[in-house]
């Protein structure tokens, strides 16, 4: 397990580059108490040579460090928000059997609450609703990168390569990764605060959002913290959950967790089922939907141009007038 935090986010850690909810120090407990045979890895940046506390880079460097200390037959990546079910456990691991060598999950992003999901161009268009999770391990393996999740085998073979078991195959299934990122406020502003501040992306009204989307849902079709892709929506969710996330509700609920709260959910049903936002939705969904084809069109007409050109200045041809 890596735990710890980059430079970006030392606005949500501690002067030691560590959690400030105990996270460390909860973990460090669970090894002397309950984890006798150390099956529990604990890695720090501190283990990888950076006396401060603070991870270099980003989530390349933390992924790398915990990938070379894996000695198992498999690799499998869960972020701290995500969650699978128990239920889809055997199937996986009969896919495993049959020799996969690369699982990618679909994704199913919750937005605000758990009976919201998060939709858009980014989720349909730029593979923002699938993630490679789960890789098959060996000597001589490498964990090359986060974005995506890359590992490649000890002859330089990009895992994916091989056989691979895509979203859409266990979409069918209906095994699903169950991502929690947008749940709870602290977990947003948190994050918000993150991404405002990292040098790899456009990312600087992260912050703004938070208030103005998450909290007061004033553009309700601007859900999508990918800056870059806006068009984005909100659907009603009516499936199941993993306990885990269930358990963690109730106990929040319960007040057993008095520093956490959960975000009101009354305004976002309220609007997902107006008629105003449901037919904004379907013509947004019919926009992103058209989206790869206009694009694939505008690609074939400036390939023609910039060929036309090239003929021009290798032939002498005179443009037309």
């Not at 969650?83 to 919750?110: C, H, K, N, S, W």
């Not at 195959?169 to 501040?197: D, G, M, N």
């Amino acid at each position: 397990m890596v735990e710890g935090a980059c430079q970006a986010a030392a606005a949500v850690a501690d002067g030691r580059g560590h959690s400030t909810d105990g996270t460390l120090e909860v973990l460090l407990r669970f090894q002397a108490k309950e984890d006798p045979d150390r099956k529990l890895i604990l890695v720090t940046a501190e283990d990888e040579g950076h006396p401060d506390g603070f991870w270099p880079g980003e989530k390349h460097e933390m992924s790398q460090a915990y990938a070379k200390r894996a000695t198992g037959q498999y690799l499998w990546q869960v972020d701290s928000d995500e969650f699978y079910r128990e239920e889809d456990m055997p199937a996986i691991l009969e896919l495993l059997q049959q020799g996969a060598d690369v699982l990618t999950f679909p994704i199913l992003q919750f937005w605000g609450g758990i009976h919201f999901v998060e939709d858009g161009e980014y989720m349909r268009n730029h593979k923002g609703s699938e993630a490679h999770r789960l890789f098959r391990w060996g000597a001589g393996f490498c964990y090359t990168t986060h974005r995506p999740t890359t590992v490649v085998n000890a002859q330089g073979t990009d895992l994916r390569q091989q056989q691979w078991v895509t979203a859409a195959q266990l979409k069918a299934r209906q095994i699903f990764l169950y991502h929690y990122s947008k749940l709870l406020p602290k977990q947003v502003l948190e994050k918000c605060s993150y991404y405002a501040r990292v040098d790899w992306g456009a990312f600087q009204r992260m912050e703004s959002w938070a208030q103005e989307t998450f909290f007061k849902l004033q553009h309700p079709f601007d859900v999508c913290t990918a800056v870059q892709q806006p068009l984005s929506w909100l659907e009603p969710y009516h499936g199941p959950h993993p306990q885990q996330i269930l358990a963690m509700i109730a106990n929040i609920q319960a007040g057993q967790h008095p520093d956490i709260t959960l975000r009101p959910t009354d305004d976002i049903a309220r609007v997902i089922r107006s008629p105003r936002y449901r037919v904004g939705r379907w013509l947004r969904k019919a926009w992103v939907t058209f989206l790869p084809l206009r694009n694939a069109v505008w690609s074939w007409l400036a390939r023609w141009k910039f060929l036309g050109r090239l003929r021009r200045r290798l032939c002498g041809v005179a443009p037309t007038p």
